[in-house]
T-cell receptor, first 112, second 116 residues
Framework: DGGITQSPKYLFRKEGQNVTLSCEQN?????MYWYRQDPGQGLRLIYY???????QKGDIAEGYSVSREKKESFPLTVTSAQKNPTAFYLC???????????FGQGTRLTVV | AQKVTQAQTEISVVEKEDVTLDCVYE???????LFWYKQPPSGELVFLIR??????QNEISGRYSWNFQKSTSSFNFTITASQVVDSAVYFCALSRSPSGTYKYIFGTGTRLKVLA
């Protein structure tokens, strides 16, 4: 079955550590996205990528980094520079600008 | 600049009541796309509907209906005869034209609670 998979579902990070969230899709979609969700703030765009080896900053990119070496994969690294990383992270992919996005089940990151 | 506003943070209704979720958007593009998603407690967003800027026809799908009005830059969502299973967070989203970027913007969401 085609879909988008995020892992892990829950992730705990110590202060000062970098962590990487995985996002894989087998839908052959060109575009992929990372969103952060905090209570009462909806979905805020962190990074997005329209094609392999290219990506753009979203509205809250500081403290995050991404790569797009393969069409199927768009991992997100939460660096130690991100001061408040505890949140729910959602990955999505789209075929084109006029199509709906497909979402993964999310990763809940907690700093301990 | 693009922006999506969902002014209603939380709505509570009693089962079988009708409820309308508001969405107001801002864009300078002449061609754009609007979407609604449902986020149940599990967290994964579920696509409900897509509408392009040239199609102002209202749409009905079962108990769901959507009212798109370019004159007021609104794309409102109505649930008729609400049910407890409709309880979720609902998001409105905006995507630019095919010649633009793939940037995809969401509103802050409206939490709907349907009480039995």
């Amino acid at each position: 079955d085609g879909g988008i998979t995020q892992s892990p579902k829950y992730l705990f990070r110590k202060e000062g550590q970098n962590v990487t969230l995985s996002c894989e899709q087998n839908l052959n979609h060109d575009a992929m996205y990372w969103y952060r969700q905090d209570p009462g703030q909806g979905l805020r765009l962190i990074y997005y990528s329209q094609i392999v080896n290219d990506f753009q900053k979203g509205d809250i990119a500081e403290g995050y980094s991404v790569s797009r070496e393969k069409k199927e994969s768009f991992p997100l690294t939460v660096t130690s520079a991100q001061k408040n990383p505890t949140a729910f992270y959602l990955c999505a992919s789209k075929l084109g600008t006029n199509t709906e996005a497909f979402f993964g089940q999310g990763t809940r990151l907690t700093v301990v | 600049a693009q922006k999506v506003t969902q002014a209603q943070t939380e709505i509570s209704v009693v089962e079988k009541e009708d409820v309308t979720l508001d969405c107001v958007y801002e864009t300078r593009d002449t061609t754009y796309y609007l979407f609604w998603y449902k986020q149940p407690p599990s967290g994964e967003l579920v696509f409900l509907i897509r509408r392009n800027s040239f199609d102002e026809q209202n749409e009905i799908s079962g108990r769901y209906s959507w009212n798109f009005q370019k004159s007021t830059s609104s794309f409102n969502f109505t649930i008729t005869a609400s049910q407890v299973v409709d309880s979720a967070v609902y998001f409105c989203a905006l995507s630019r034209s095919p010649s633009g970027t793939y940037k995809y913007i969401f509103g802050t969401g409206t939490r709907l609670k349907v009480l039995a």
